[in-house]
């Protein structure tokens, strides 16, 4: 059986019967302008702190001062920017899987293969910087939510090759009937 051409970099079709390796297509977080406020604190407690510093009457306060804008850069920039780096999708070529959690670390996965229908949801905000929220349900098993991602019109097609792809080497492979002989 001959391989079908392909795009150069895709990988190429696997043999009937053969299991395919799973590879990685792409893997996204939330837009990054969620982090826009943490940028903002960040600018306000260094200026503020800058110009605090050395002008307090006490020594002492100085160290309050810089105790202070540790605890808020630790709070409202170091934390939610972990936490938004803690949560990633993974497309692959037989599934997507969702983590999340900086110390419960929670998996969802859902193969291509069990089929999925694929909803698509914008709002202003989303519209305007090419992000959007993407929900796969299945109908068996709780649907998985892909909040905020940036290009969300192409993860979208993409997810949507790869269900069809999924199905149809399932299909090709349980209907084969290897014949003796006939190898390529």
């Known amino acids: 059986m001959s391989q079908p051409t392909a795009y150069p970099g895709r990988p190429r079709t696997p043999a009937p019967g053969t299991a395919a390796p799973e590879l990685v297509i792409a893997r996204l977080h939330r837009h990054a302008r969620r982090l826009a406020w943490s940028a903002l604190v960040l600018i306000a407690t260094a200026g ?92 068996v098993d709780e649907p998985l939510r892909l909040i905020d991602i940036p290009s969300v019109r192409l993860v979208h097609e993409t997810l949507s090759d790869q269900v069809e792809v999924s199905q149809i080497l399932a299909h090709r492979d349980s209907h084969s009937i290897p014949i003796a002989g006939l190898e390529d």
């Open 48 to 139: 503020a702190t800058g110009y605090l510093s050395g002008n307090l009457p006490e020594p002492w306060e100085d160290w309050m001062l810089w105790c202070a804008a540790s605890a808020v850069i630790l709070l409202f920039v170091v934390l939610p920017y972990l936490r938004w780096l803690a949560h990633t999708y993974t497309v692959t070529t037989r599934r997507v899987i969702e983590r999340a959690g900086l110390l419960n670390r929670r998996r969802t996965d859902i193969p291509h293969a069990r089929g999925y229908t694929i909803s698509e949801r914008r709002g202003p905000l989303q519209r305007m910087w090419g992000s959007g929220t993407l929900t796969l349900a299945n109908g």
